[in-house]
């Protein structure tokens, strides 16, 4: 079993679509959990982090994390065709640099 | 500043050929990492290194040989290299050091070499 899983999609969606990604994760020692963005043909950049449970939101995104489900999720609200990208969940334990990356999930935002 | 650079973009590999990605950034971040990126897989790190001077094993080290050159430079050599290796290949680079107090540490990405190993 991964440490982090993710649902690769792909998911289509409608423009102006509120859009949910989810991963859960079973290492309970990780404090801090990131979101990616990955366009196709590039690298991923990081999109939101959140540290323990709670809600982080910027802009059209909210981050949140429920830590006694081990659940986290990315909300996109009103979502654009510029959202299209594979979103990829990460989780770290605060006490090193290594992040564990779920398998990423395809978004797809049609006019 | 260019970020995180990789060369090559591109490249085809005969079985049993051997080659080297070079990775350098310029943040002057301690931490340098080398992940491929292969479908329904995700990222996997292959190797990493902690501060300049150390190198550790990720999730798939077989088959790879890492280089921590200086504190700008990681390269990834594959030796003999085999169509299980055909990937994507990242380098990131962050600023954390190892051993330290660490917050989330934000991982920075070069924009990948298409590797086909035939």
């Known amino acids: 079993q991964k440490e982090v899983e993710q649902d690769p999609g792909p998911l289509s969606v409608p423009e102006g679509a509120i859009v949910s990604l989810n991963c859960t994760y079973s290492?309970?020692?990780?404090?801090?959990f990131m979101w990616y963005r990955q366009y196709s043909r590039k690298g991923p950049e990081l999109l939101m982090y959140t540290y323990s449970s709670g809600n982080k939101e910027d802009g059209r995104f909210t981050a949140q994390v429920d830590k006694s489900s081990k659940y986290i999720s990315l909300f996109i609200r009103d979502s654009q065709p510029s959202d299209s990208a594979t979103y990829l969940c990460?989780?770290?334990?605060?006490?090193?640099?290594?992040?564990?990356f779920g398998t990423g999930t395809q978004l797809k935002v049609e006019l | 500043n260019a970020g995180v650079t990789q060369t090559p973009k591109f490249q085809v590999l005969k079985t049993g050929q051997s080659m080297t990605l070079q990775c350098a950034q310029d943040?002057?971040?301690?931490?340098m990492y080398w992940y491929r990126q292969d479908p329904g897989m995700g990222l996997r790190l292959i190797y990493y290194?902690?501060?300049?001077?150390?190198?550790d094993k990720g999730e798939v080290p077989n088959g790879y040989n890492v280089s921590r050159l200086n504190k700008r430079e990681f390269s990834l050599r594959l030796e003999s290299a085999a169509p299980s290796q055909t990937s994507v290949y990242f380098c990131a680079s962050s600023e954390g050091e190892e051993g330290r107090a660490n917050l989330y540490n934000e991982q920075f990405f070069g924009p990948g070499t298409r590797l086909t190993v035939l």
């Open positions: 943040m002057n971040h301690n931490s």
């Open positions: 290492n309970s020692a990780f404090q801090y």
């Open positions: 290194s902690a501060s300049e001077g150390t190198t």
């Open positions: 990460a989780g770290n334990t605060g006490g090193g640099n290594k992040l564990t």
